[in-house]
């Protein structure tokens, strides 16, 4: 049962313009979401995360969108820039311990960013 | 961010033998270590959770006796695949956090078993 969906395996866009990830989730017990990116070779490292109290962050060139009432949210990237391709992934925990206990993991989507 | 380092980076055996990952905490103590399995074309799923000194708590449908982990100090934990089989085959991968902190990850290990 995924929990976590990312159902875009792959997405491409043009540098300069704007990336939208998606994620999706089906536990609503779920109250902290983490997008992580993900180079070959690498671990996944942190991007920005938010709390089901809030329905946006935004860090720099990167905003996430929350809304609990469709169980979605959404990274965006603007612009985006060679360096952003990569895996991302969507990641969820519950507990209310800002997603430092367990994280439950979305199957990552592609981002390959064209000059 | 603080480093954690995982170790090999592949490694191939032969089945039946069983391989050991080692995941280092470099500038930080790691009281909580966390183990990931992710299969081809499927999410990061969590295997176990260990805090330094205690045994590691397992996911539902993870074989304790198969996948051993030892958190023996607050810097290393590992994981052994005994009796490795080539289903066993995947890319593990651990983060540590320091006490209420953000957990980093390693660099993951591929393993293939012959």
């Known amino acids: 049962d995924q929990q976590v969906k990312q159902n875009s395996p792959s997405l491409s866009v043009q540098e300069g313009r704007i990336s939208i990830l998606n994620c999706d989730y089906t536990?609503?017990?779920?109250?902290?979401f983490l997008w992580y990116k993900k180079y070959p070779a690498e671990g996944p490292t942190f991007l920005i995360s938010?709390?089901?109290?809030?329905d946006k962050n935004e860090d720099g060139r990167f905003t996430v969108f929350l809304n609990k009432s469709a169980k979605h949210l959404s990274l965006h990237i603007v612009p985006s820039q060679p360096g952003d391709s990569a895996v991302y992934f969507c990641a969820a925990s519950a507990g209310s311990n800002f997603g430092n206990e367990k994280l439950t993991f979305g199957t990552g989507t592609r981002l390959t960013i064209i000059p | 961010g603080a480093v954690v380092s995982q170790h090999p980076s592949r490694v191939i055996c032969k089945s039946g033998t069983s391989v050991k990952i080692e995941c280092r905490s470099l500038d930080f103590q790691a009281t909580t270590m966390f183990w990931y399995r992710q299969f081809p074309k499927q999410s990061l799923m969590l295997m176990a959770t260990?805090?330094?000194?205690?045994?590691?708590?397992?996911e539902q449908g993870v074989e304790k006796d198969k996948f051993l982990i030892n958190h023996a100090s607050l810097t290393l934990s590992t994981l052994t695949v005994t009796s490795a089989h080539p289903e066993d085959s995947s890319f593990y991968i651990c983060s540590a956090r320091g006490g209420a902190a953000r957990a980093f990850f390693g660099q993951g290990t591929r393993l293939t078993v012959v």
């Open positions: 260990s805090n330094e000194g205690s045994k590691a708590t397992y």
């Open positions: 536990n609503s017990m779920f109250d902290y």
């Open positions: 938010i709390s089901s109290i809030k």
